[in-house]
């Protein structure tokens, strides 16, 4: 299949540039792939779209302030830094802007110069190795210095607000390491969990630390030769008996997000058991994929072009989500990480 059969038209009004005023009010498209039909609702009815037994396996990642704004030194010109992974002490890849002007020994600080970096590599395909200077703990200068790494399209002329710090986090994030939000979590919350579990059902937490990767653009026209990074994950062994009790017991997995969907896809075996795993998400899931694990999916609504809309394509069929993306459209739903949601069951 051609990537350009992943597009669809989205207005830019429709990309959601704030959080709402309370988590649970996001509107949600609950979408039957067996009926090839869809309703309009609200995230706060999602209790009632899980049964006894039902397993819900969440992401407990949590985002650190990865994006660090400063300027090059001595010249002064503005620089941004997105951390992407730790390589060893001190030593990060990370996106930088502007990178191609960037040389090899370059200096940058950030934070009045609390925090240091020199550039260890000649521009090449994007990614940029840096080391890093700085006093007292890494994670009190970043929380410090750092700043929420807010998708590009999210407008903050003024800066990121403290109020992102809080919204672009799940109410159960509790495992630092990711770069951006599994954003179907950012509906949660503890009243709604509360409800879920009042239904009989259960809820997993496996954590997958969202990367680079997950985002990083289809640069493929057959979407069969792309290939998503490798992102580390743990499937914890509680997490992994109440998921293989719920398929023994007749109960559905119901994956919050295309990060959770992953993770569980990567750790599954050919029946679709899964053992207690630390190691890294690496199947790539397109059109044609065979699911494993995972019975329903909570997510957002993703870019055009992008991995995130193959996975879901791929689990509820390319015509039928492109005709539920188009109806989102027309109906005004939200779009994107601070977007509304929608479930397939």
Known sequence: MHISEFDYE??????????LPHRDSSRMLVVDREKKAWVDTYFSALPGY?????????NNTSVFPA???????????RVEVLLVRELGASVWEALVKPGARL??????KFGDSRLRADVLDAPGNGLRKLRFEYEGPW???????????LPHYINRPDGVSPVDRERYQTIFASQKGAVAAPTAGLHFTPQILDLVLARGAKIAEITLHVGYGTFEPVRVDNVAQHRVASEEFQ?????????NDARVGGGRVIAVGTTTARALESSANARGQLEPARTKADVTIVPGYNFRVIDALLTNFHLPR?????LVCAFAGRDFLL????????QGYRFYSYGDCMLLI
Do not use: F, M
């Open 10 to 19: 989205l207005p830019k009004e429709l990309i959601a540039q704030q959080p």
């Open 50 to 58: 899980v049964s006894e037994n039902d397993v819900l396996v969440i």
């Open 67 to 77: 994006r660090l704004v400063g300027e090059r030194d001595p010249s002064g010109g």
């Open 103 to 108: 040389r090899q020994g370059a200096h940058l």
């Open 139 to 149: 994670e009190a200068v970043l929380e410090e210095v750092g700043q929420t790494p």
């Open 235 to 243: 499937v914890p062994a509680k997490a992994a008996s109440a998921i």
């Open 306 to 310: 992008s991995s995130l809309l193959l």
């Open 323 to 330: 005709q539920a993306y188009r109806h989102a459209v027309s």
